[in-house]
């Protein structure tokens, strides 16, 4: 049954006008270039639009719910705010009905991006999906990729995955420096492979990713602006 709670719903609702309106187009050479950028028409509906400045952590404090920061591809980066939480499958959209669906720091599913993901199956000891300590994290998982193409078979992509820790840094969301550890997850099969990249706190939260969606989508990157507390 999804959860949602009335007040927090309809705080998070009103919240994602106020979200697209931070968002912007302009690709730089970091996740923190692409996801601060200006606002373009293309979010605003109109041919171009006036530049706006990035948004500041004041800015961003003040809206009632939890928030990311996606992109991928040619997308916008824009702003998405938790609207329903699925048994810990939590979704979140934009003002464009645009959505991600995230176990804990894995994504789950996606919504109006295209060819869609439909589902992962996240085994019990990945801790991406469920939050452990980086200290205790496998070295290998395996995860299944579902989708749903219309006129189409259902079809499953299956994934070994191999983790390795690259070293502890500082990263920067939103004007807060955290200090977390890199880590390199690469995934493959008898005829694929793709690589994701995790940035996780000790306790196991993973505060901002890069990672594979399907062979017909563009890897996405995720921030996490304000942590989902349900």
């Known amino acids: 049954m999804t959860r949602t709670g009335s007040g927090y719903a309809r705080a998070a609702l009103a919240a994602t006008g106020a979200l697209v309106l931070l968002a912007g187009c302009t690709k730089g050479t970091s996740t923190g270039d692409r996801l601060f950028a200006v606002v373009r028409g293309q979010l605003l509906g ?21 928030t990311i920061g996606f992109s991928f591809g040619d997308i916008d980066p824009v702003y998405m705010v938790a609207l329903a939480d699925n ?12 959505g991600v669906v995230l176990k804990g720091g894995a994504i789950a599913g996606t919504l109006g991006l295209g060819d869609d993901l439909y589902a992962v199956k996240h085994a019990q000891d990945d801790p991406i999906a469920n939050r452990t300590p980086v200290a205790e994290w496998p070295a290998q998982v395996v995860r299944s990729y579902e989708y749903r193409v219309r006129d189409l078979d259902d079809y499953v992509i299956t994934v070994s995955c191999e983790l390795e820790l690259l070293g502890y840094t500082q990263y920067e969301i939103v004007e807060v420096e955290l200090g977390v550890a890199k880590v390199r997850e690469r995934c493959s099969n008898a005829v694929r492979e793709f690589e994701n990249t995790y940035w996780a706190d000790l306790t196991g939260f993973v505060w901002a990713s890069e990672q594979w969606m399907g062979p017909d989508l563009e890897p996405a990157t995720i921030e996490v602006v304000r942590p989902y507390g349900g």
């Open 46 to 66: 109109g041919e171009e639009a006036a530049p706006a400045p990035q948004p500041t952590r004041a800015q961003l404090d003040q809206i009632p719910a939890a």
């Open 87 to 98: 048994g810990g499958y939590v979704t979140y959209q934009d003002k464009g009905r645009r």
